[in-house]
């Protein structure tokens, strides 16, 4: 069945950068859009970005244009999200998630954004 | 850019049928698919309608969506309801430009 596993999530001070990454299973990885999507402590779903099947075509929500980056690695499954000039506002899980015709969601992986 | 407004909470007991509506702001609710997720507490967002009326493998058939041009929404229906359909629902939706739009979340509490 479909895993998807993130990681890379923690605490960091305001202005740094984070890496989070997702490392996909039981479906062929390469042919799926995938997204990341965040949810703030006690609030509701916000898209963060999408990129296409082959990494030809990346789409971000205002909110983070400019200071996350989606990327993804076909030969190793794995999708990850850049996050630079990190600020108290971004604290949220952020999930990974298959596109398609019935997103699949991963558990999660939290970042604080703290001083 | 659009947005999609649900109400902030539903409350039903057991056994009984529930709606939650999500109302489209601008275009036609038509215009794109609308897919539906179910959060219970502490627990990652699942699928259970996508493709406006489409169950995914294992969300049993008391889950159903819809959509109405006339008042611009679309709408999950739960019906037989259980204690463990309690969780939070959102729609989602996409615009023009291939970003995706959540609604706000609606609360279910089956009392």
């Known amino acids: 069945q479909v895993q998807l596993v993130e990681s890379g999530g923690g605490v960091v001070q305001p202005g740094r950068s984070l890496r989070l990454s997702c490392v996909a299973s039981?479906?062929?990885?390469?042919?799926?859009?995938m997204h990341w999507v965040r949810q703030a402590p006690g609030k509701g779903l916000e898209w963060v970005a999408v990129?296409?099947?082959?990494?030809?075509?990346?789409v971000y929500a205002e909110s983070v244009k400019g200071r996350f980056t989606i990327s993804r690695d076909n030969s190793k499954n794995t999708l990850s999200l850049q996050m630079s000039s990190l600020r108290v506002d971004d604290t949220a899980v952020y999930y990974c998630?298959?596109?398609?015709?019935?997103?699949?969601w991963g558990q999660g992986t939290l970042v604080t954004v703290s001083s | 850019n659009f947005m999609l407004t649900q109400p902030h909470s539903v409350s039903e007991s057991p056994g009984k049928t529930v709606t939650i509506s999500c109302t489209r702001s601008s275009g036609s609710i038509a215009s794109n698919y609308v897919q539906w997720y179910q959060q219970r507490p502490g627990s990652a967002p699942t699928t259970v309608i996508y493709?406006?009326?489409?169950?995914p493998s294992g969300v049993p058939d008391r889950f159903s969506g819809s959509i109405d041009s006339s008042s611009n929404s679309a709408s999950l229906t739960i019906s037989g309801l259980k204690t463990e359909d309690e969780a939070d629902y959102y729609c989602q939706s996409y615009d023009s430009i291939n970003l995706v739009v959540f609604g706000g979340g609606t609360k279910l509490t089956v009392l």
């Open positions: 493709d406006d009326n489409r169950r």
């Open positions: 039981g479906f062929t990885f390469s042919r799926y859009v």
């Open positions: 990129i296409w099947n082959d990494g030809s075509n990346k």
């Open positions: 998630v298959r596109g398609g015709s019935g997103w699949s």
